[in-house]
């Protein structure tokens, strides 16, 4: 540079970067973790599929009936009030004789439908005619149609088709799936390792200081808690190194040594513009550090970087990613699920990283927007129509419980009431 003279651009006027583009930064390091564990299917809740799970059997595999009544042959029941004699008993677990014209066989849910049979008449549309020494007889009283309450082979599985793809993650319902074509295990992805800190003098753990008795300027530490919350929810491993000592060789060797067994270290607060702590430099001095500012709000600052270490897994990577989040509580809350949230489904290697902005109603005006996409804390009304928390500070960590979600907001974009806004549900990124 020719101009020696030139003072450097405030702080306050570093470009602001788009969240896209933070997002596909940190994804492009979001490569899939190394190893893969076998989970017992009980167990798999959460869990992220490493392999896709081909079926090797038809469900159902055999035609069956859909209700507790009578397989018949409809061609036998061309008239109501139809007389048939009941030749056979099928119950679900055992299979029935070819079905001879003329005759109904008694059946039940799941049972396997004999052959020549074309229809099962529902209980309730029978009457039973009982006889002694054999099964009876049958009166149809409504007239079946064809292929009516047969559940047929294959309709939910098709043999050798993809039942449950790599990287999706596992939901009850997908358990149950994957009981149905036969795996009492299931190849899932290792949980991601991470260790999170905090630092600010001012914080104070719950617990170890009444209400009362805290000192001016303190606050309580409630980072700390969702997002170890939040962390166990996507299934990850977590290690709480608490708040890091006031010394540059003491938060060296902490960071070194969590480095060493985690793939991601998540730290709240100390890096806003300007702000000097000790993380900052011995992050630095053990690998890299980035500072970002976002085009968001809340959530504007946001550190990432890099800490070599040995690899924790056969085939891994040597390295421990670094995410610094801000220290104000939306903030931070907002951070991990925009930023580190994908980024850990990136480590899982699932296919379903962010969660779709659903179109919903403004029941409100906001007029004057910001100039950087903002996440407004909004609750969906009784007349469907959603409703803004009446203060969107970083600090009010209310507006995230009262809040059943965030409406995703264009930067510069006023609002006015009945407008068509886009809203992501917390329970879409709690999942
Ligand atoms: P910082 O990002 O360190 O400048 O912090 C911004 C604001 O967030 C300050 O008001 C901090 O007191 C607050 N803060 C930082 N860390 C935490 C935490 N772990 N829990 C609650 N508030 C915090
Ligand atoms: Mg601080």
């Known amino acids: 540079m020719s101009d020696a003279t030139a003072a450097p651009a405030p702080a306050a006027r570093r470009p602001l970067m788009p969240l896209d583009d933070a997002l596909a930064r940190l994804m492009a390091q979001a490569q899939p973790l190394a190893g893969i564990e076998d989970c017992n299917t009980f167990d798999a809740d959460g869990r992220v599929l490493a392999r896709d799970l081909v079926a090797a059997l038809t ?120 009981a149905s074509i036969g795996f009492a295990s299931l190849p899932v992805r290792r949980r991601p390792r991470v260790a999170m800190l905090s630092t600010g003098d001012e914080l104070v753990m719950p617990g170890t200081i009444a209400p009362e008795a805290m000192p001016p300027g303190a606050i309580y530490n409630s980072n700390r808690f969702f997002l170890r919350a939040l962390l166990l929810r ?119 990283a962010v969660p779709d902005a659903v179109q919903m109603t403004a029941g409100f005006d906001w007029p004057r927007p910001d100039r950087r996409r903002e996440f407004l804390r909004a609750r969906i009304g009784a007349d469907g129509r959603l409703a803004l928390f009446s203060n969107q500070s970083s600090g009010v960590l209310t507006s995230t419980v009262w809040g059943d979600g965030v409406i995703d907001n264009p930067g510069g974009q006023a609002i006015a009431v009945g407008d068509t806004v886009r809203f992501i549900p917390f329970s879409a990124w709690l999942a």
């Not at 055992?94 to 001879?100: C, I, M, N, R, Y």
């Not at 049979?117 to 002694?132: C, G, I, K, N, S």
């Not at 020494?133 to 098709?158: F, H, K, M, Y």
């Not at 500072?291 to 390295?319: M, Q, S, V």
């Open 59 to 178: 469900v159902p595999p055999a035609d069956n009936s859909a209700m507790d009544g009578y397989a018949v042959r409809t061609a036998d029941c061309a008239a109501p009030g139809t007389v048939l004699r009941v030749a056979q008993r099928i119950p679900a677990g055992s299979t029935g004789e070819p079905l001879a014209a003329g005759t109904a066989a008694r059946i039940f849910t799941g049972a396997p439908i004999p052959p020549g049979a074309d229809a099962v008449v529902m209980q309730e549309d029978t009457e039973a005619l009982p006889e002694e020494g054999s099964l009876g007889r049958v009166r149809v009283t409504n007239l079946p149609q064809a292929g009516q309450w047969i559940r047929r082979a294959g309709e939910d599985v098709e043999r050798g088709s993809v039942v449950l793809a790599a990287g999706q993650r596992l939901t009850p319902q997908a358990l149950g799936l994957a």
């Open 234 to 352: 996507m299934g990850c491993e977590v290690q709480d190194l608490g708040l890091v000592p006031d010394r540059l060789e003491a938060t060296i060797d902490g960071l070194r040594a969590a480095a060493s067994q985690n793939d991601l270290i998540i730290t709240t607060g100390g890096v806003s513009v300007g702000e000097e702590d000790h993380v900052k430099a011995a992050v630095q001095s053990l690998g890299t550090l980035e500072h970002w500012a976002l085009a968001i709000k809340p959530g504007k600052p946001f550190a990432y970087g890099t800490i070599a270490r040995p690899a924790l897994e056969e085939g891994g990577r040597e390295l421990c990613h670094v995410c610094g989040l801000p220290g104000n509580p939306v903030s931070s809350f907002m951070t991990f699920l925009l930023l580190v949230r994908p980024f850990l489904m990136g480590l899982l290697g699932t296919t379903q």
